[in-house]
């Protein structure tokens, strides 16, 4: 630590502290003494909080902070505006609080900066609550287990990793994945299957083009109105890039303690971590491993451990979080992928293989889990996948093993063929999100054995098929099917012979 002490200052930075020592005290005034990247170094402010806001004096009013350094004879604060209005000699206050946003239904619709200031022209937000940025978590008292389901309408997400409302399930994978899309796809859902879950978009350090690109299809899709952006590009300071999520968890938190649901996607949180590595070098705070500070464990868990499902007496609200993380070369084995798969409860890893070769979304089925969801997956969706996973494993390692040979027995091929339909039919372009009879029929109809005589490359046509036949003849099935419940024999035979008969028409 390079601490300056008051004798190495300038005359008129030492005659600026005396001069405060004599009227008000150096206790919750201070004076900066130097600025840069984005940090004020404060002498002074003796009586400083961990995180708590300062007010600087500039030339025409006052530019924001938030103390995160606390030294001795020295404090380094985190500037929240441009650094240029900050001069040396600057006088300092204490606020007394810590940083809050607005919060409130008045932000749905609106795309804002992490301290809730508008960034899509209209006008100033003006909520009747306002949310602190860093808040403990509920406790252990304070929630329950997930028990309701959280559709994205991705069928091999809902089928196989399903998702609870309160869960954290953490979307990883190289560059280029399809990551943002799956998160897309499921706010999409909310709207489409009217779930009245809102969501939270944060976009962190991103271009601003693809957060505007968003925006515009979320508009299109008739979500946005259920949705509150929180953006911050590439080219603003650390500190903001810092308090999105933070914030953004604080807009979601209204709507978890108001008895209502909202789903919270950070987009990613391995730029957050680079954002705060950055943040702590530039305090002189020790790099530790791979040049991050020792506490950027801390930096994400308590981040995550405010999404909740409440108990009863606290209403019953959620908070579901989709962390996203970034890897290189399909590493999560690397520092912060390993640390945030240990805080979710589980994790939708996406390879870059698979994206290739069509297989979209590009689900690992063998590495990705969730770990709660599957008591809040709906009972129709349950009863028809539950050893998908199973079979498609089977399935992945029979088809590597038939490469070689030609010879393969009567059920190994069936095996092969049943895998290579079930991986046909989990195929989902994006933005065409599925609601649970949908999600139903598709599988049934493979798992069940009705679509093996139709061609693999037919397969999709004919899912479509069967779900336009299914729409028009028997619309009261749907309404059965959406209710979640357990389908009866009546049902499925309804199903079996409107697959047989569109089958039929797809014959190879
Ligand atoms: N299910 C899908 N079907 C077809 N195309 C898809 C699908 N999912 C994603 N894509 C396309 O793949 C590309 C990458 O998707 P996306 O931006 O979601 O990936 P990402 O992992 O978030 O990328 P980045 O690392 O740049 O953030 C996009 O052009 C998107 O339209
Ligand atoms: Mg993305």
Redesign the pocket.
Known sequence: MTNISVKDLSDELRRAINKIEQTEGLEKVGIVIRVGDGVAWIHGLSKAGYSEMLEIETDDGVSEAFALNLMEDEIGAVLLDSESKVRAGAKVRLTGKALEVPVGEELLGRVVDPLGRPLDGGPEIKTKQTGLVEKPAIGVMGRQSVNEPLMTGILSIDAMVPIGRGQRELII??????????A?DTMINQAKQNTGVVNIYVAIG?KLS?VASLIDRLKEEGVLKQTIIVATSASDPASLLYLAPYAATAMGEYFRDNKKHALIIY??LSKHAVAYRQMSLLLRRPPGREAYPGDVFYLHSRLLERSAKLSDDLGGGSLTALP?I?TQAGDISAYIPTNVISITDGQIF?ETDL?YQGL???ISVGLSVSRVGGSAQTKAIKSVSGDLRMKLAQFRELASFAQFGSDLDKDTKSQIELGQRLTEIL????FSPLSIWEQYVSIYAVTEGLFNEVPVAKIQEARTALLSYVKKKHKKLIDTLNTGTKPDDKVKETIKEAAKEVASEYKG
């Open positions: 994978g190289d560059r280029q994945t399809g990551k943002t899309a799956i897309i991103q693809k987009d990613d996203i970034e996406l994206f979209r979304p590009a195929k989902q372009a994006q």
